[in-house]
């Protein structure tokens, strides 16, 4: 069983800079694929970024591409997403989540351990 343990949400002002962290409580880490989704008040969770077990390969939902960042350290067991240029509508609980299986998936079904979600709220 895998734990993951988002951090680094916050308030932030539109335009601004949030870098999230979700740590994993196994060594196996370098084995998942990792993703972030994230879910707006009163919106279904969708996909925002994912990172192949090595970091080779990422992948980007369009509303966030060349503003986000995902990426991995594979020695600290931690994923991180790097987000500029945020806008009011990037405002959502953020999670992470880990793929045994795939090499970076969009949908959320493929993912087999979640975090517990960190809140980001980007004012205008």
């Known amino acids: 069983q895998v734990q993951l343990v988002e951090s680094g949400g916050g308030l932030v002002q539109a335009g601004g800079s949030l870098r999230l962290s979700c740590v994993a409580s196994?060594?196996?880490?370098?084995?998942?694929?990792m993703g972030w989704f994230r879910q707006a008040p009163g919106k279904e969770r969708e996909f925002v970024a994912a990172?192949?077990?090595?970091?080779?390969?990422?992948y980007y939902a369009d509303s966030v591409k060349g503003r986000f960042t995902i990426s991995r350290d594979n020695a600290k067991n931690t994923v991180y997403l790097r987000m500029n240029t945020l806008k009011p509508e990037d405002t959502a609980v953020y999670y992470c989540?880990?793929?045994?299986?795939?090499?970076?998936?969009?949908?959320?079904?493929?993912?087999?351990?979640w975090g517990q979600g960190t809140e980001v709220t980007v004012s205008s």
């Open positions: 989540a880990a793929d045994q299986v795939s090499s970076g998936s969009r949908g959320e079904c493929e993912y087999d351990y």
């Open positions: 196994e060594r196996t880490f370098s084995y998942y694929a």
């Open positions: 990172i192949s077990w090595s970091g080779g390969s990422t």
